[in-house]
């Protein structure tokens, strides 16, 4: 259970932060772009979170856009919250959700042909 993210894409910042999208929402995940390089996911409220602990997880995560000098783009999720309103079951839960986040944006950069690697 990794506390980051890094993956090394192919694309401008804009089009990898389309892809991110299209690739998380279906996954109950909302984004709040605050440039297009930064944003942050969401899934699950702290309200609920806080009233039913861990039957109720919500997972936060910093998303950033890194562009490089080759044209590729470092994106770089990792937690913004740290899951403590669960307890112990909380915190285990918003890292593995990491993994998951980190699992489906390799599979769809993989499928699109944009993914270069894992920082």
């Known amino acids: 259970m990794a506390d980051s993210v890094k993956l090394r894409v192919t694309g401008p910042p804009e089009q990898v932060g ?5 690739a998380l929402q279906p996954e109950g995940f909302r984004f709040a772009w605050s440039n297009p390089q930064d944003a942050i996911l969401e899934k699950g409220t702290f309200a609920k979170a806080l009233l039913l602990g861990a039957f109720s ?3 936060k995560y910093r998303l950033l ?3 490089q000098q080759d044209g ?3 994106v770089d999720i990792g937690l913004a919250n740290t899951g403590l309103v669960g307890g112990a079951i909380g915190v285990a839960r918003v890292r593995k959700g990491l993994d998951g986040v980190g699992e489906v944006l390799n599979h769809t950069f993989q499928q699109n042909g944009t993914f270069v690697g894992a920082v």
């Open 57 to 59: 997880p919500h997972f």
């Open 18 to 22: 389309q892809v991110l999208e299209q």
């Open 72 to 74: 590729t783009v470092i």
């Open 65 to 67: 856009l890194h562009p």
